[in-house]
T-cell receptor, first 112, second 115 residues
Framework: GNSVTQMEGPVTLSEEAFLTINCTYTATGYPSLFWYVQYPGEGLQLLLKATKADDKGSNKGFEATYRKETTSFHLEKGSVQVSDSAVYFCALRVNTGNQFYFGTGTSLTVIP | SQTIHQWPATLVQPVGSPLSLECTVEGTSNPNLYWYRQAAGRGLQLLFYSVGIGQISSEVPQNLSASRPQDRQFILSSKKLLLSDSGFYLC??????????????FGDGTRLSIL
């Protein structure tokens, strides 16, 4: 079947620390991969995406590389800010379907 | 550009009362539409999705229902709310296949509290 597994949170980092949030997936077809961010009390916003193997999605200093060999799409940022505090969701969509599969979300808190 | 509107933003309802949440999309045609629920501190639970007018797929049996009376309108309803229906409800849309690499886009959500 199709599923996404994210690292358990919550994650607490100091400002300017390096961030990695792990995401692995299983898919019956060829998936496109996404990271979403949810700020408190808001809906999900698309952060970045990658649609084929070895693609790197990037936005606002965040990056993730589509690794088919390890079925992974880990989110990274070199220097986090307090404003990055949010919940991050990894998701996939297979090329034959209309459904999206989300991980359980990882809560990130960045302290000054 | 495409936009998605969801209302109301917050709602407080007594147990046993009816519910109607509305979602509309602008700037696109024939979108896929989705309703999710997010319990406090939890992930997303897909409730319903629709690929066209009158076409509704239910993912979780419950006392909620969905309808799509127009191409870009998606409504979530209940005849009698339960305490367990409390949560954050999110509507989303995506372009239909054969553009499978397109993401979902979410509304701002409705915070539903059942008393």
């Amino acid at each position: 079947g199709n599923s996404v597994t994210q690292m358990e949170g919550p994650v607490t980092l100091s400002e300017e620390a390096f961030l990695t949030i792990n995401c692995t997936y299983t898919a019956t077809g060829y998936p496109s991969l996404f990271w979403y961010v949810q700020y408190p009390g808001e809906g999900l916003q698309l952060l970045l995406k990658a649609t084929k193997a070895d693609d790197k999605g990037s936005n606002k200093g965040f990056e993730a590389t589509y690794r088919k060999e390890t079925t992974s799409f880990h989110l990274e940022k070199g220097s986090v800010q307090v404003s990055d505090s949010a919940v991050y969701f990894c998701a996939l969509r297979v090329n034959t379907g209309n459904q999206f599969y989300f991980g359980t979300g990882t809560s990130l808190t960045v302290i000054p | 550009s495409q936009t998605i509107h969801q209302w109301p933003a917050t709602l407080v309802q007594p147990v046993g009362s009816p519910l109607s949440l509305e979602c509309t999309v602008e700037g696109t045609s024939n979108p896929n539409l989705y309703w999710y629920r997010q319990a406090a501190g939890r992930g997303l639970q897909l409730l319903f999705y629709s690929v066209g007018i009158g076409q509704i797929s239910s993912e979780v049996p419950q006392n909620l229902s969905a309808s799509r009376p127009q191409d870009r309108q998606f409504i979530l309803s209940s005849k009698k709310l339960l305490l367990s229906d409390s949560g954050f409800y999110l509507c989303a849309w995506s372009p239909t296949t054969p553009r499978p690499n397109q993401p979902q886009h979410f509304g701002d959500g409705t915070r539903l509290s059942i008393l």
